[in-house]
Structure formats: C-alpha cells, structure tokens
C-alpha cells in the first residue's frame, strides 16, 4: 500500500472513531436517562467524563506499550474490537439485567479504555509516515474535524429513532474500524531499548513537548466544554431538539473539518508558530461570544468563528509533538498529547458542568473562555522562544 493511501486509510480509522464517539452528543441526556439516570445534568457530565478519565489513564500506556514492541496495529485492532464491545454492551445490558447508574460509568470507563488505543497509535501511525508531519497531521486533523462535523447532526437523527441507536451505531463503526486498521502496513521503527523505562525516559528528555501538550489542553477543554455545556445550553436557553443541536454543533466541526488540511500544509510552509499564537490568541474569546450571543443566528455565526480559529490551530500543534519527539518515541510522545487533550476535555465537562450547575451558563462561558485565555497567555512566550522547524517538506 502507498503512503497516500495508508494516510488516507489511517484518517480513515480516526474519522470513524470520533464519528463513533460524537454520535452520543446531541442527545446525551436522554440517553442517560434511558440507561437509568435521574437527573440531567449530573449524569451526563459523569457520563462524558468516564470516558475521558479512561483516555488520559490509559492513553500513556497503548502508547509505551506499542513504542517498546514495535508494533502498532495489533493494539489498534484490540482496542477497537473492545470498544465495540463496550459500546454495544451499555445499549444492550440494561435490557437484560439490572444494572445501576454507576455500573454504566463502569461499562462507559472500560469503553474508554479500549477504544483510546485506536485512536492513539492511529495518530501515532501517522506520525509514522513520510510526505510532511503538517501534511499527515493534517489528514489527522481533517478526519477528526469531519468526524465530529458528522457524528454531531447525525447522532441527533439517530436518537428521533431511539436514545440507546447512538450506542449500536458506535459500536458498528468501532467493528469497521478492527478491520480497516488490520489492511495497514505497520511502520513503527524498532525499538533498540525495549524497556518501558527507557521510552519514557526519551519524553522527559524532550520537555519543550509540554508546549503543544498545553494547546492540545486548550483545544480539547473547549470541546469537553461544548460537548456537555454547549449542547445542553443550546437545547434549553433555544429550545432546540437532539437533531437542531446536532446542526448548532455542526457549526463549529464542519469548518474544524474542512479547513484542517490545508492549514496544516499551510504550517509546513511558514512554521508552526504563527498559527498557534494567532488561533490561540483569539480562540478563548470567540467561546465568550457564542454564550453572550442573544439568538440561534448569532450563536451559530459563533460557533462557526470558533471553527475556524481551531482548524488554524490544531494541525499545526499536532505537527508541532511530531518536530520535536524523536522517531523511536513518537508513540509515547502522541499518546501523551491525547493524555493532555483527554485531560483538557474532561476539565471541560467537569469544570463546565459545575459552574453551569452552581452559577448559570453564562458564567460556565465566561471560566471556559477565561481558562483559553490564561493558559494560552502562559504558553505563548515559551512558543515564540521555541527553535521549530520552518519547513518540512520531504516529498511523498
């Protein structure tokens, strides 16, 4: 198989899973409800967040494990097949048997688990590749940005059928995921040290990676924040239903999707710098504008400028780990960006849902904008100071 349609088989593992995972957005709250929750708020963030527990615990380890093997694919395939399962397993046993509220966490905890190790070594898998890291990171990108643009107004569909469809559709696509993944040649290098110690030990050799790992934060807290805050904020403050919601989220992926590829070639040609520092000094107040917008159209114009600004951003960080880790590491050094992005979004729903729940939704808007703001006024002088690459452009 050609690198170009390895790269497009790898974007396609990572569209399918994030189309998976956002399937369940637009409604949550009934699907909790459906899978015995009594509140809406509460359960929903606990929902959310069980998963993105799982990702930033286990995030680290799919990705040691597979930079001291060797080996990429096998735990893709694992991953995804146990997902699947977990997926379907939270649809299907509250049918079956009693089974509490917190039992569900479980299940959703054990999903998260399994299914961040095809998402993980599938980014790493494309960090793997020649042709440009802007170019494969924004294959990346663009499959994230689609698959969320997707899920959303899909999902939304989906629950007019029935609230626990999302939950058989993910598991449907994780399945597809197991097989498409195992057509992929595995092009990890090998590890001359296999000893988990020693590939850990390259990560905190390279510190300058906790810069994209503190964007990658930023990015992922704000769509933790709109995933839990954002589509309940919608569905109450305009009435919306699970399949409008859907649409208002689309809003923001669609743009996300569509412009991450070429901002990330666009980030091979003048650097990475110049696109974090402008998304990032804007992005903090265009989250502050969609919860101060005072009608559907306004917070939809929102929501598409957040878009934007994101799709300016994300590739080129993700390019940025892919500059700065060493080749026998790549996989640690990805999985700790989805370990600080999975860190991100769960701050998200947590911090968002306690202060929309303590003090109101405007103010859940205003600490979500605030926090973009700060950390990336903290980061950005340590960015200017970086030596990155200003170019990277093997040839394909």
Same mark, same amino acid.
């Given at each position: 198989m050609s690198v170009h349609r390895e790269r497009v088989a790898l974007a396609g593992v990572v569209f399918a899973v994030l189309l998976a995972q956002v399937l369940l957005y637009p409604g949550v709250d009934t699907l909790v409800r459906a899978l015995g929750a009594t509140t809406d708020l509460d359960a929903s963030m606990w929902f959310l967040a069980a998963e993105f527990a799982a990702f930033v615990a286990f995030a680290g380890v799919w990705g040691v494990v597979s930079d001291a093997t060797g080996r990429r694919v096998p735990f893709i395939v694992v991953g995804a097949l146990g997902g699947a399962v977990f997926y379907v397993a939270l649809a299907w046993l509250p049918t079956q048997i009693r089974i509490s509220f917190e039992g569900i966490i479980v299940l959703r905890a054990l999903q998260g688990a399994m299914t961040i190790a095809a998402f993980s070594l599938a980014m790493t898998m494309l960090m793997d590749l020649a042709g440009g890291h802007g170019k494969n990171m924004g294959a990346a990108g663009i499959a994230i940005g689609a698959g969320t643009a997707l899920g959303a107004p899909l999902g939304g569909q989906l629950y007019g059928f029935s609230p626990t469809l999302p939950l058989y559709v993910a598991g449907g696509l994780l399945f597809a995921v197991a097989g498409l993944a195992a057509t992929v040649t595995d092009r990890a290098p090998s590890n001359t040290d296999g000893r988990l $110690? $020693?590939? #850990? /030990? =390259? %990560? =905190?050799e390279t510190p300058a990676l906790g810069i994209p790992y503190a964007f990658g934060f930023i990015d992922r807290l704000t769509a933790g924040f709109f995933a839990l805050v954002g589509t309940l904020y919608f569905r109450q403050t305009f009435s919306l239903t699970p399949g409008e919601t859907g649409l208002m989220l689309a809003l923001f992926f669609a743009p996300f999707a569509l412009l991450q590829y070429p901002f990330g070639v666009l980030s091979d040609s003048i650097g990475r710098t110049v696109p974090i520092v402008a998304g990032s000094s804007l992005y903090g107040l265009a989250v502050v504008a969609v919860g101060l917008a005072p009608s559907v159209l306004t917070a939809g114009i929102g929501m598409v400028v957040v878009g934007v600004i994101g799709a300016l951003m994300a590739p080129a960080t993700m390019a940025l780990v892919t500059? %700065? /880790? &060493?080749?026998? !590491? =790549? &996989? #640690? $050094?990805? $999985? !700790?960006?989805n370990a600080f992005g999975s860190v991100g979004f769960l701050a998200g729903i947590l911090v968002g849902g306690f202060v929309a729940g303590e003090f109101g939704y405007l103010a859940a808007f205003l600490v979500a904008g605030g926090a973009e703001l700060g950390l990336a006024i903290v980061s950005v002088p340590r960015l200017l100071a970086l030596d990155v690459p200003t170019a990277d452009r093997p040839a394909d």
């Open positions: $110690a $020693a590939v #850990t /030990a =390259r %990560l =905190r500059d %700065l /880790a &060493g080749e026998s !590491g =790549r &996989g #640690t $050094a990805m $999985a !700790g960006f």
